[in-house]
């Protein structure tokens, strides 16, 4: 068995070094990898760093064990398919190779010779470097094609943010899957341009050296700027302490120098980092519980200067036109765990953004005020944040939502955007036909956001959230051109719905939690369609059972219920894609939904069993579906609405939705029936 995945078949993956990250980056491979028999093998020439790395991973698997995270099949499975080695030998045959040694670029260099001598030419080499250029690292390799950097973050093996830079000898192909793979076993890759310390590293190095500038200017001591620091820029620990955590202080005092060369002159290594590299110390940080004291005129002065910094580092880098400001955002938010900032900087407003840079670059002339961030400021508009992104793919148009921390569920801003891409693909003759699709490996859209509904208090706020909802999805329903959905993984709720105004759904093989309509776990009804659209394609006794016992479905059950076309093995947005093209050229033809009344609609539903579910809840929804079935789709879909609306009138619903916001989606709520 192999990994298969857009053409290509993984059956061994080579890490090589043992030291601070490899073992978390093999343990990261073994667990998404080693139930389709692929092996990882982890080569160090140090036989203790070997001897560390591979305790230091059974370890980590063992507490899985221990704590549940890993069933004991998959503890041995993980353990069996692991193999530390000092013998580069043991590289042949990998199809991919992540070199997680050294920063030392000559080193670097022998490596991937060594290695390039030991795979075949079209294993995909990478370098887990932090801050070097691939250009630099891979100029010697004689297939070029295939190498490209990417940058892990602490700890490996569970942050799921990756760097995937590209270099300029770098085959479309490779990044292209290199980006689809990533995703496939759970991370977030995000497509830097190629440039010293790529985007996050001079952010991270960047503003330990903002934080020892306040230090050194007598704002206060390493204590308080880190307090005020994890304070003002939402980190869990402040710069001093993350680094100290991470042992960073040396690769920080190489980055910042090199950037200094490099990026611009504001970056350099304080004495006081040089001394400790050299001397091997921590800094002085706060202790856990430890209360710091700050006045609040230094601490507004601080905070001040470090979102100058923040601000100025990441405009800078919009500049050089390596990243987007979305990409960026999701970026940061998941590697360091740190308030976005280009939503920051809209959340403050522009103005005292740019204030606050042009501030930092008067106080440090060689920060340079950018371009970008000026003319935003100009503008008068916040930065542009988008949580749906659209890509042309020939003359197809792919719109991917990307919320991965909310699961991809669906709000106001995501229904705006969705709307704003239909007429984009709407006036664009090129585009023929559009695939939808969520990030990530876990989920299409897992709903509305309830979140968001949660925050709703009266029936018509419901009712109007269920007719923005309902308005967007139909948008794709009436485009005038096919749309397909690729289900990557759950569609739930308002995910389940926005896939039933497409006009193919397609859906990854297997996937025994797949769909359903769950939304009276939460003293809701369905409210984007659910209650029409579900009886007109699985018939009503089904979509009856769905809706009022909330059970989801898996992939094949839905394939039998013609809720999807087809299951899919591999990659299904590349399927979607061959059948978007099929539609389009006539070869496959799609029987259409009904929209007027459903001839022959029922009077009654068959009995379900709904449980602990409220029975005030569930009279909305049988309303909603019988009284639909004698509608046009377009009426059924209002009275859809208004029901939704009236789910705030009981106290179910702030029961279902406080459950949900407070415990979480495992626990069930306590109806009371009204
Ligand atoms: N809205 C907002 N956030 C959501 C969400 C949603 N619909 N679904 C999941 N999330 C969030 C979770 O709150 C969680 O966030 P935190 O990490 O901040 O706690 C994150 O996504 C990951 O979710 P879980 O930890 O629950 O992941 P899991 O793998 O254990 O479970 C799941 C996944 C089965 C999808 C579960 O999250 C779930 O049941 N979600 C709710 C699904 C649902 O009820 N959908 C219907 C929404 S109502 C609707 O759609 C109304 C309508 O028709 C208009």
């Known amino acids: ?168 000898g770098t085959a479309s192909e490779t990044t292209e899957f290199t980006m689809r793979f990533y995703e496939k076993i759970g991370k977030i890759p995000i497509k830097v341009g190629s440039r010293y310390g790529y985007a996050v590293d001079p952010v991270f190095e960047g503003l330990l050296l903002a934080c020892v500038q306040c230090v050194d200017t007598g704002l206060g001591d390493t204590k308080q700027v880190d307090y005020v620091a994890s304070k003002a820029l939402g980190l869990t620990v402040g710069p001093f302490t993350a680094h100290n955590l991470t042992g960073g202080n040396p690769i920080t005092a190489h980055g910042l120098s090199e950037m200094h060369e490099r990026l611009n002159t504001w970056f350099r290594v304080p004495d006081c980092l040089k001394e400790l590299v050299e001397s091997k110390s921590n ?7 430890e209360k710091i004291e700050v006045s609040p005129e230094k601490e507004q002065q601080i905070a ?38 280009f939503s920051f900087m809209n959340s403050i407003g522009m103005n005292k953004a740019m204030e606050l840079v042009e501030n930092f670059a008067k106080k440090y002339p060689s920060m340079p005020v950018s371009k970008k961030l000026r003319e935003q400021a100009a503008s008068g508009k916040p930065w542009e944040i988008l949580d749906v992104l659209f890509e042309k793919k020939g003359d197809i148009g792919v719109i991917t939502i990307r919320r991965p921390k909310s699961l991809n569920a669906l709000n106001s801003k995501v229904f705006k955007e969705l709307t704003n891409y239909c007429d984009i693909v709407r006036n664009d003759p090129e585009i023929k036909a559009v695939v939808v699709t969520g990030f990530g490996a876990k989920a299409f859209v897992a709903g509305a956001d309830i979140k968001e509904m949660a925050g709703l208090t009266e029936p018509t706020q419901g009712e109007r959230f269920a ?98 076309d087809e299951e899919v093995e591999g990659d299904v947005l590349e399927r979607a894609i061959e059948l978007a093209q099929d539609i389009v050229s006539g070869r496959v033809t799609l029987k259409r939904m009904e929209m007027g009344p459903v001839p022959n609609s029922p009077d009654k539903l068959p009995d379900v069993d709904i449980g602990h579910l409220s029975r005030a809840i569930d009279a909305l929804a049988v309303r909603a579906i019988l009284e639909g079935g004698k509608m046009t789709l377009e009426d059924g879909l209002k009275n859809e609405a208004h029901l939704f609306g009236q789910c705030w009138t009981t106290e179910d619903n702030r029961i279902g939705l406080k459950n949900f916001v407070e415990k979480g989606a495992k626990s069930k709520a306590e109806f009371v029936h009204r």
């Open 1 to 168: 068995m192999a990994f298969s995945f857009r053409g290509r078949s993984i059956k061994k993956v080579g890490v090589i070094g043992s030291g601070q990250i490899g073992p978390d980056i093999a343990l990261h491979f073994v667990k998404a990898l080693h139930s389709f028999d692929v092996s990882v093998v982890v080569v160090d020439i140090a036989l203790d760093a070997l001897e560390k790395g591979k305790s230091k991973l059974f370890k980590k698997i063992d507490k899985g064990g221990q704590t549940g995270a890993f069933k004991p099949d998959e503890v041995d499975g993980m353990k069996n398919h692991i193999i530390f080695t000092s013998d580069y030998n043991e590289l042949k045959g990998a199809d991919l190779v992540v070199e997680a040694a050294t920063e030392d670029l000559p080193l670097k260099k022998r490596i991937f010779n060594q290695v390039e001598s030991l795979v075949s030419q079209d294993a995909i080499l990478t370098s887990n470097s932090s801050h070097l250029e691939p250009e630099r690292i891979f100029d010697e390799l004689k297939f070029k094609g295939r190498s490209l950097c990417t940058h892990y973050f602490f700890p490996a093996e569970r942050n799921p943010a990756i760097e995937i830079i590209p270099g300029k």
């Open 283 to 289: 800094w002085v940080v706060p202790g856990r519980g």
């Open 304 to 341: 001040d200067e470090l979102m100058g910094a923040y601000f100025a580092i990441v405009c800078d880098m919009l500049d050089a036109n390596i990243i987007t400001t979305s990409d960026f955002d999701l970026l940061i938010s998941v590697a360091l765990d740190m308030k976005p900032p």
């Open 467 to 564: 007719r923005i909802g309902q308005i967007a999805s139909a948008e794709l329903e009436k485009l005038g051109k096919p749309v397909v959905a690729a289900l990557n993984g759950f569609a739930l709720g308002g995910g389940c719905e926005l896939a039933m105004c497409c006009t193919a759904r397609v859906a990854l093989k297997g996937l025994k939690f797949f769909a359903g309509q769950p939304e009276v776990n939460l003293g809701l009804i369905p409210g984007m369609g659910g209650t029409q659209r579900l009886p007109r394609i699985t018939g009503f006794e089904r979509a009856s059972e769905m809706i009022r016992t909330a059970k989801p479905i898996s992939s094949s059950q839905a394939l039998q219920f013609g809720l999807i």
